[in-house]
């Protein structure tokens, strides 16, 4: 099935921000080997996955509101305002596309969205014991995603708080 790419129209249908196309043009310029030795089907699943991803974890944070209730992405989006700018509402920004590109490739590496069970204070494996500390994250935080899609975000980023001055 050929990935359906959203073109900033709001299709219904849309699976990810990137084609498999300018991803392979993004990675080819950072050198990304990983990336390339992925078939056609393989980087369309992933850009599908990272998507998926971004939807879950940027979703609830980003700025201004859908263009249309059957859009099947958060982007294309209207009254997205960033610094002195306001972001055209037809348009996917460059940093949505490769923010996806980016959890694409991570998505090699192993699942997204993995299930999280309790914390683990204390490991042992073998004579090698591991103690985490209180609190520890479990799950993956993925700061150059994070650092890309900032300015697209509510309060400017995730794990940031939005001072007003009034």
Do not use: H
Request: charged share 20%.
């Amino acid at each position: 099935m050929a990935l359906i790419v959203e073109d900033g129209t709001g299709k219904p249908d849309a699976e990810a921000y990137i084609s498999v196309a300018d991803a392979d043009a993004y990675f080819a310029a950072r050198g990304d080997d990983a990336w390339a030795a992925l078939d056609t089907t393989g980087k369309e699943q992933a850009l599908r996955k990272g998507s998926d991803y971004m939807a879950a974890v940027y979703g609830p944070q980003w700025k201004g509101e859908r263009v249309s209730a059957t859009q099947a992405l958060d982007w294309p989006r209207k009254c997205v305002r960033v610094g002195c700018f306001d972001l055209p509402s037809t348009a996917i920004p460059q940093a949505v596309a490769r923010a996806n590109a980016e959890m694409a490739v991570r998505s090699i590496g192993g699942d997204l969205q993995a299930d999280q069970s309790s914390q683990v204070k204390q490991e042992t494996v073998g004579p090698i014991t591991v103690v985490y500390s209180d609190g520890a994250r479990q799950g993956v935080k993925y700061a150059a995603v994070d650092g890309l899609l900032g300015a697209l975000l509510r309060g400017g980023g995730a794990g940031s708080v939005q001072v007003v001055r009034a």
